[in-house]
């Protein structure tokens, strides 16, 4: 069954050679507090220690190895001013590879830098995301780009799994893993890697209920869209894509379920971090402690929860944490 999806457990295993050394095999802790929650044993798998500050870096390495020579050198593009466009920068430049991100002029310029600082090529354009995309498409046409998009592509979904096959290898009794979801490119990875080894271990897909593009596609049985919505996890944002190729499959194949999680829900996720476990993560990496909190695991353990990204910005990290109490509505921004 699963070896019918576009990614199997070999390009998985696969895609670890060849990002091994490249990125950082990312430690996995036991939470005495969490466990004593829930009553079984829970361990947070800390990929936002990863370079870069985020998962993305694995699916972005393994795509740019994959390019061949002449591919290469003509270098790589993306419009993602987020955490798969700081990956991307990072990689291509680790390969000596040109990576030119494409954003929209409102885009804080803030980003700008660091996306500048981690090496790539920024182009400024229009004025909103789809902008920014049409100058994408531009440059594969025109200049023959490779665009390495941020979640549905076979390789960066190898390249994500990666990450499952640590937490596998670590803790083979895992029960369950608890995994944050948008466009699902971690989640398919993560789920093809550890249901190749463990069939038995639940996939468990994570993400806010304000605009969730993969669970109303779920629900529909095919790729639909949603209105964007601000989040406090604003790295779970943005739609699967209607022609979605390679993540809409997997995730409805191989996850067990897909929970949702309120604003506050999600800001008490992030004070947890803070506060008991000592770790700043982003509202998207949040989101698996925060459904343990909110008492929306259930099934036996040991469990395993990912936290996915660090990339938050402090003001907004220090707003969320000195909040006693849920912020108005724990607006996103
Ligand atoms: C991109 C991202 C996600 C979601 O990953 P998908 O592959 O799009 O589902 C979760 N957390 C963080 C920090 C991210 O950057």
Do not use: W
């Not at 182009?123 to 531009?138: F, H, P």
């Amino acid at each position: 069954m699963v070896s019918t999806l576009p990614v199997s457990l070999e390009d998985i295993r696969a895609a670890a050679g060849r990002i091994a050394g490249r990125v950082i095999g990312t430690p996995m802790v036991q939470s005495a507090s969490l466990g004593e929650l829930v009553g079984v044993p829970v361990h947070l798998k800390l990929e936002h220690h990863q370079t870069t500050g985020s998962f993305k870096l694995r699916g972005a390495t393994n795509a740019v190895l994959s390019l061949s020579p002449a591919e290469r050198s003509r270098g790589v593009v993306a419009a993602s001013t987020g955490n798969h466009g700081r990956a991307l920068a990072y990689a291509a430049k680790a390969e000596g590879a040109v990576a030119t991100i494409c954003m929209s002029r409102l885009v804080p310029e803030n980003k700008v830098l660091e996306i500048r600082r981690l090496g790539a090529d920024v182009r400024i354009v229009g004025l909103s995301q789809d902008e920014a995309q049409q100058e994408v498409d531009r440059l594969v046409r025109e200049e023959g780009l490779v665009m390495v998009p941020p979640f549905d592509h076979p390789d960066v979904v190898a390249g994500q799994g990666t990450l499952g096959l640590e937490i596998i290898d670590a803790l083979p009794a895992a029960a369950i893993v608890l995994v944050p979801l948008s466009g699902g490119g971690l989640a398919a990875g993560v789920a093809a890697s550890v249901k190749g080894i463990s069939p038995k271990t639940k996939v468990i897909g994570l993400t806010m209920e304000k605009g969730a593009a993969m669970k109303a596609s779920l629900d529909a049985g095919q790729p639909v869209q949603v209105d964007e919505m601000p989040s406090l996890a604003d790295s779970l944002g943005g739609g699967i894509g209607l022609d979605n190729r390679v993540t809409f499959a997997m995730c409805r194949e191989l996850l067990d379920e897909v929970i949702l999680l309120t604003e506050a829900e999600i800001a008490a996720g992030m004070r947890h971090a803070y506060a008991a476990e000592r770790q700043i993560v982003e509202g998207a990496g949040a989101v698996g402690i925060a459904a343990l909190l909110a008492g929306k695991i259930n099934g036996g353990g040991p469990i395993v929860a990912i936290l996915s990204g660090a990339n938050v910005d402090m003001e907004q990290h220090r707003r969320v944490i000195s909040a006693t109490q849920p912020l108005d509505g724990e607006e996103g921004r």
